[in-house]
Nanobody, 124 residues
């Protein structure tokens, strides 16, 4: 089992920034791919960003238009999501997830373990 704990969510005004963190523990290996997803009220869970342990393979949702950055500290088993120029449409619960392989993916079906989520609310 892998446990994931997200933090860093909150309320921010449009145009502001937030940094989410996700710490992994348990039977976690630093070579596993990790990703971020989000789910807005009444909508399905959608892909945000994912990367492998080395940084050689990093994926982002096209809709983000370069505003978010995923990074990770392998020594701390932690992945981050830096979110800039936030918009009201970014309001959602943000989840981190672990894929039990080195290759990241944009599909929710490919991730085995999920955090409990952290709420991000962007006011206009």
């Amino acid at each position: 089992q892998v446990q994931l704990v997200e933090s860093g969510g909150g309320l921010v005004q449009a145009g502001g920034s937030l940094r989410l963190s996700c710490a992994a523990s348990g039977r976690f290996f630093s070579t596993y791919a990790m990703g971020w997803f989000r789910q807005a009220p009444g909508k399905g869970r959608e892909f945000v960003a994912a990367r492998d342990w080395s940084g050689n393979n990093i994926y982002y949702a096209v809709s983000l238009e370069g505003r978010f950055t995923i990074s990770r500290d392998n020594a701390k088993n932690t992945v981050y999501l830096q979110m800039n120029s936030l918009r009201p449409e970014d309001t959602a619960v943000y989840f981190c997830a672990v894929r039990l392989t080195v290759v990241p993916s944009t599909s929710t079906d490919d991730y085995a373990f999920w955090g409990q989520g952290t709420q991000v609310t962007v006011s206009s």
